[in-house]
């Protein structure tokens, strides 16, 4: 059976995340065989929400939305080498492609349909990749501080090209653990990522073969128009000009990576509801309500179709 227990928690973090938690083998990617573990939270039989998390976190990052949705079944994987799933091997092994065929197998294998797709950091553009694999099972879309428009001019930012400096990014990647031990200068409010919460995103990752991810997500950002990752972003971006269902963006203005990125998918996106706020990059720890209200107001547009 494709369908396995989930792998175990450590103490300190079974407390902070009470969810109910599986894990699936793939079958019919590239991938097959690697363990996907998931978020699999609310009544069965539910409407579905799936979230979709970036570089460097994992699906602890969506645990306050979900506790703001108890009436939804809620859907969060780790992305192959994020979290408790699988690792990739090799840096080249990551791509938006790879990473959004196996959220679109999950979401088959489990059969969702009327769904959500909630996604933030490269879970926006892997979580609509993803859909436009499955479209028929998407409803609705919520996005926050992401990117899923193809860059005219690609470049990235100082982050993204400090990734592609050699020898030195790796060495700060993944010899030093970086950016996961610095998630706190992203955000709005420095203390909402500290003690335990910061623990919890370093714990996935606290060993060099498990650094491959962070390092790998930031070179997948375009720097210029021969980088691979663009004709996926150019699929991407194309699948949400053309998605007829409801849509909703969620902004933290405070994100020193993504906070001005609002007004060009405001531009794109004119249909959309937005909601902008004060919080930073991870918004999930700061205004999570927010974001749930954010997925309540698309599910109550749906009805009203």
Request: with cysteine; proline share 9%.
């Amino acid at each position: 059976m494709p369908f396995a227990p989930p792998p175990p928690l450590p103490g300190f973090l079974a407390a902070d995340m009470p969810l109910r938690r599986r894990a699936y083998r793939l079958e019919h990617t590239d991938d097959a065989g690697k363990l996907v573990h998931f978020v699999d939270h609310g009544p069965e039989r539910a409407r579905p929400a799936l979230f979709v998390h970036g570089n460097p976190t994992w699906s602890f990052l969506w645990r306050k939305v979900i506790a703001g949705l108890p009436e939804l079944r809620c859907i969060a994987p780790d992305l192959l080498g994020f979290g408790l799933s699988d690792r990739l091997a090799r840096l080249e092994d990551h791509s938006v492609e790879r990473h959004a065929a196996a959220v679109a197998e999950l979401v088959t294998a489990l059969d969702l349909s009327d769904l959500v797709l909630v996604g933030q950091d490269w879970g926006g553009p892997i979580g609509v990749l993803a859909s436009s694999l499955v479209p028929d099972r998407i409803a609705a879309v919520v996005l926050a501080n992401t990117s899923i428009l193809a860059p005219a001019r690609p470049r990235g930012t100082l982050f993204h090209r400090f990734a592609r400096v050699p020898v030195v990014s790796d060495v700060v990647f993944r010899g030093l653990g970086f950016p996961q031990n610095l998630l706190a200068i992203a955000q709005g409010d420095r203390h909402s990522i500290r003690g335990t919460t910061a623990r919890a995103y370093t714990y996935p990752l606290r060993s060099l073969a498990d650094r491959i991810g962070p390092l790998a997500l930031a070179r997948m950002v375009p720097d210029s128009p021969e980088h691979p990752s663009l004709p996926a972003l150019q699929r991407v971006e194309a699948w949400i000009r053309d998605f007829s269902g409801p849509v909703a963006l969620v902004w933290g203005e405070r994100d020193p990576i993504l906070g001005k990125a609002l007004a060009r998918h405001q531009r794109v996106l004119p249909r959309a509801s937005v909601t902008t706020t004060q919080a930073g990059h991870f918004l999930q720890e700061e205004v999570p309500d927010e974001i749930a209200a954010a997925v309540e107001d698309v599910i109550e547009r749906i009805k009203r179709r």
